[in-house]
Each structure stands twice: as C-alpha cells, then as structure tokens.
C-alpha cells in the first residue's frame, strides 16, 4: 500500500522521512514535495490546493517523490 503525505503549511515532503519504520515495510511512505519547498524551492508555488491536487494527479509528479 502506498501512503501519499501532503506536508502542513510551510513544511516538506521531508517531514515523512522516518515514517517508513513506523510501517515494518508494509505500507511505502509518499511524501510530496510541492513547488516552492526544500529541493523545489526556486519553482512557483501552488497559492490553490485544488491546483495542486490537480497537478500532482495529472501529472504523476508524486511518484517521483516517492522514498523507495
């Protein structure tokens, strides 16, 4: 099972690092990192969430966030 983390206001998909070993490898932790955050900061961010749901949808640009 996969488990996509949209990080609070201001945070990172970084945030979700740890979690994997809450989980014992059965459920794959997807934090998503949003434009204008951490290693997407120089980009323009989303100011609507329906935007941003949008485009990660759509796109698949989650799935390259996605730890492994």
């Given at each position: 099972?996969?488990?996509?983390?949209?990080?609070?206001a201001?945070?990172?998909?970084?945030?979700?690092?740890?979690?994997?070993?809450?989980?014992g490898?059965?459920?794959?932790?997807?934090?998503?990192?949003?434009?204008?955050?951490?290693?997407?900061?120089?980009?323009?961010?989303f100011?609507?969430?329906?935007?941003?749901?949008?485009?990660?949808h759509?796109?698949?640009s989650?799935?390259?966030?996605?730890?492994?």
């Amino acid at each position: 099972m996969r488990l996509f983390c949209l990080p609070y206001a201001g945070g990172a998909a970084s945030a979700y690092a740890r979690w994997p070993a809450f989980f014992g490898g059965e459920v794959e932790v997807c934090g998503i990192e949003l434009p204008g955050r951490q290693s997407r900061y120089g980009e323009q961010p989303f100011t609507r969430m329906g935007r941003a749901a949008g485009a990660a949808h759509g796109s698949g640009s989650w799935s390259r966030s996605a730890p492994r």
